[in-house]
């Protein structure tokens, strides 16, 4: 939709609030660029739009409906759901409170399908609205968000269903029959349970317990004349159910662990199949090292090796195994089986290589053929329409899903992490269904966005061209108001590429940028504390400059550290910057810039990043996580240091400080009683006193919900041992520069930032872990959620300085979502009956 520009001029003198660092931003400048009226920067819409390149992240379980091949679901691990109606040209993202596990179609009812995760939903329009079954929102007592994601859970009266469901499966032949596996916590150690509705969910009971895990595979007794009885299959343990009675018959296993089980009913009878692992790494998914396929024709009484056919030949190095990621049925021709293979050994004229893709049998593993070759992240067959993501990055990811159109084994979808592809002629072609390819060579989203995303760039002399930094595809930028995009790598490191948090463009020279990369990513969430990669040694990351609007990248100093135990004017070769920031009073020729170096401390330049100090005065050694700086009107620069994660459940608190020496030295700031996490600060460019602190919580303690206790608060000095109970999150607000805080958001809210409006500094964002995103109009005194937007694990809220009344959301997985900022009021959001949240 077009609209005219008639207050273009004047938006065009107003600082903008572009980087949402809480700083004024430049001026647009006049360099004949300014769109014509109605052009591309005079954009408005209705409701609420996800823009980006597409794809990027994870994708997993593809389940596709029985009644039409076109009609598919996947999900994702960063909370977001998605659904295809056209076989991939168009998807639309919707959320269910959390990450979804399992889809199941009702084999009976082509418009019904069922997704489940920590409640079980069903939907009756092809997955338009939802409506919640288990647990019975009636009985719901209260919704958690917590933990450093903000986990989330129901607390119910009855304690149903007891877990997370992880597996789904509607009776084929009797629709009202719905059987659930729910899982406990932990992935290989944990028991599982199958609870079961004969009334299409109006009512529910425990069947049994099981060994193993998560549940993988639901077989119902329907397929072979026993409607009273269902197999289950865990990581370690298989089961033959008679649901009546809740009597379990133990089904031994040709192996130890089961990585995927999958089965069906055909012309010729029922087959079960088992990707199993060879050696003692445990079952499931995340299993590694050697596999194997079994099969069985008998419902498991024998077992058979599927992948006989499938050899080790001579001459392969010594040791060479096969190794197998995924394997997918079709369950109307079960003889018809789809394995993603990850590595098997070949030779390739008279060499070992070793090699990768997508196997396909038709006859139930007597024979097998490879429809999609790969080696070493290259496609080596010729039919695969690569799309963006293998043309610029090069790699492709040998699917961790399949998934096979129950009633036509042509139609197969594939996942990896970070692209969804499909066939329809058997694996002859594929085509990646994440983004379209434009003329230009640039692309643009189909809708199936799954990437971290920290902020939108605004480029001062151009309204049209911006930038979105990303976790794990680097950075994009625009051209036409966010209608297409290119990446933005050329120059930067292959060893850099894999998240830039933050850029910074010069206010006073056209297409100058500074940019911050790592290939650290999903900072600062505490999982990376687990992870090891701040500490293995591996770090790469650093600074860069473009002088052509991002066309191009020039790595600035960097270097290892010196005999004399300095690094000599240089940034250290294995930063983790996370943050950039420019003096905009410095000479423009030498620019001030100052770096957030995560576990390392603060880096200046006062040559534009030719030469880096280290500005670690005044700074606690115990915590050196500097994520932000923000600098005031008048040079003060304050800094926020996040938690730090430590061995074990122990946490060392953040800090704030302030340096009014042009970080020379540091000085301990207070922060608001409680905090422990400053994850964001902005302030009010009307009156720079006044600042927003968003802040993260802490798990400590406990409460009473719903007449139960939750865990008991532990505090220790200045350390904090995990419990159940959130505090110190929220935003705070001062008015007399950080002297004292006001809370002015619930504390036990995952506030990730908050941004002003330029034009109304009364009106404030702020964007959240909770699945949703907040206005205030009165400097935060009170609060309307912004309707239609429900991403669980929202970031930054950054006001659109081109399209007046318009917002951008940043998230953390579900790429950058753009709508009117004052939310859209009423808008229904994915499910019906969703209990009343306090929030």
């Known amino acids: 939709m077009k609209r005219s520009l008639p207050g273009f001029t004047m938006l065009c003198m107003v600082l903008l609030f572009a980087l949402a660092a809480g700083c004024t931003g430049p001026q647009w ?158 992935w290989r150690s944990s028991k599982s349970k199958l609870i079961f509705s004969a009334d299409k969910g109006k009512s529910w009971k425990k069947v049994a317990e099981f060994e193993g895990g998560p549940v993988l595979a639901i077989f119902p007794g329907s397929w072979h004349g026993r409607p009273d009885q269902v197999t289950v299959v865990t990581g370690s343990a298989m089961a033959r159910v008679d649901v009546t009675t809740g009597q379990a018959t133990v089904i031994e296993l040709p192996t130890k662990h089961v990585i995927v089980a999958d089965g069906g009913k055909g012309s010729n009878g029922v087959l079960f199949y088992l990707l199993a692992g060879m050696s003692d790494n445990g079952g499931g998914r995340r299993y590694s090292g050697p596999t194997a396929l079994f099969s069985s024709a008998d419902l498991g009484a024998s077992w058979q090796r599927a992948d006989a056919s499938l050899k080790i030949p001579a001459g392969a190095p010594e040791g060479s195994r096969i190794v197998c990621r995924a394997m997918a049925v079709c369950q109307g021709v079960p003889e018809t089986v789809y394995l993603s293979c990850s590595s098997m050994p070949v030779m390739i004229n008279g060499k070992p290589q070793s090699q990768g893709g997508i196997l396909r049998t038709s006859d139930a593993g007597q024979s097998w053929n490879w429809v999609l070759a790969t080696s070493g992240g290259d496609v080596l067959s010729e039919n695969f329409s690569q799309g963006w993501l293998k043309r610029n990055l090069g790699w492709f990811r040998n699917p961790s899903h399949l998934g096979v159109s129950p009633t036509d084994p042509n139609v197969a979808y594939g996942t990896d992490s970070g692209r969804t592809i499909r066939t329809t002629d058997g694996g002859a072609t594929w085509q990646q269904v994440i983004s379209r390819d434009l003329p230009d060579r640039s692309f643009t989203t189909r809708g199936l966005d799954v990437t971290t995303t920290y902020g939108v760039h605004f480029d001062p002399f151009n309204p049209d061209h911006f930038f979105i930094t990303y976790t794990d595809i680097g950075l994009f930028h625009t051209f036409n108001g966010g209608e297409s995009w290119f990446q933005s790598i050329t120059g930067i490191s292959q060893q850099w590429r894999n998240t830039c948090y933050w850029l910074e463009f010069d206010p006073d020279v056209k297409g100058r940028i500074w940019s911050v990369w790592s290939n650290v990513h999903d900072l600062p969430r505490h999982k990376m504390f687990r992870s090891g990669n701040l500490t293995n040694g591996r770090q790469q990351g650093g600074a860069a400059a473009s002088g052509d609007g991002g066309r191009y990248w020039r790595l600035l100093n960097t270097g290892k550290l010196g005999e004399d135990g300095w690094y000599s004017g240089r940034m250290r070769l294995g930063a983790v910057p996370t943050h950039i920031v420019i003096d905009t009073d410095s000479p423009v020729n030498q620019r001030t810039l100052y770096v957030c170096d995560f576990g390392f401390g603060v880096w200046k330049s006062t040559t534009a990043g030719r030469t880096w100090q280290l500005m670690n005065k005044g700074l606690d050694k115990a915590n050196l996580n500097a994520w932000r700086i923000t600098r005031l009107p008048g040079g003060r620069l304050i800094l926020l240091v996040v938690r730090a994660g430590v061995e074990g459940r122990m946490q060392i608190p953040g800090a704030m400080y302030y340096s009014d020496d042009g970080a020379e030295s540091w000085q301990v700031m207070a922060m608001p009683e409680r905090v422990t996490m400053p994850n964001d600060l902005i302030y009010d460019p009307a009156d720079p006193r006044r600042m927003y602190l968003s802040c993260w919580p802490l798990n400590v303690g406990s409460r009473e919900i719903g007449g139960k206790p939750q865990r008991a608060r532990i505090v220790e000095g200045d350390q904090f041992e995990v419990g159940n109970m959130e505090i110190g999150g929220g935003l705070y607000r001062t008015e007399d520069g950080g002297k004292s805080w006001r809370q002015m958001f619930d504390e036990g809210m995952h506030v990730y930032a908050a941004a002003v409006d330029p034009q109304n500094t009364g009106t404030v964002f702020i964007n959240t872990f909770n699945s949703s995103a907040f206005r205030s109009d009165d400097r935060g005194e009170t609060w309307k959620r912004l309707g239609g937007y429900n991403f669980k694990w929202g970031h930054r809220p950054v006001v659109d300085p081109v399209n007046k009344g318009m917002l951008y959301l940043t998230t953390f997985g579900g790429s950058v979502f753009h709508g009117p900022a004052l939310g859209v009021p009423g808008a229904f959001e994915d499910i019906e009956n969703l209990p009343a949240q306090r929030w």
């Open 29 to 186: 400048k006049n360099d004949n660029t300014t769109p014509a009226a109605g052009g591309p920067a005079a954009r408005q819409q209705t409701g609420w739009k996800v823009i980006g390149p597409g794809g990027g992240g994870a994708q997993f379980e593809p389940t596709i409906s029985p009644a039409d091949p076109n009609h598919v679901f996947v999900r994702c691990d960063m909370t977001g759901a998605y659904v295809t109606e056209d076989g991939g040209s168009r998807w639309r993202m919707f959320n269910l409170r959390t990450v979804v596990q399992d889809f199941e179609f009702d084999p009976n009812e082509p418009n019904t399908v069922y997704a489940c995760n920590s409640g079980l939903y069903r939907s009756r329009d092809k997955g338009k609205r939802w409506t919640l079954l288990l647990p019975e929102p009636g009985r719901v007592t209260a919704e958690i968000m917590s933990g450093d994601h903000a986990g989330q859970r129901f607390v119910t009266e009855d304690e149903l269903p007891g877990g997370s469901m992880h597996k789904i499966r509607v009776d084929p032949a009797n629709s009202d029959r719905i059987y659930v596996g729910v899982s406990g916590p932990g």
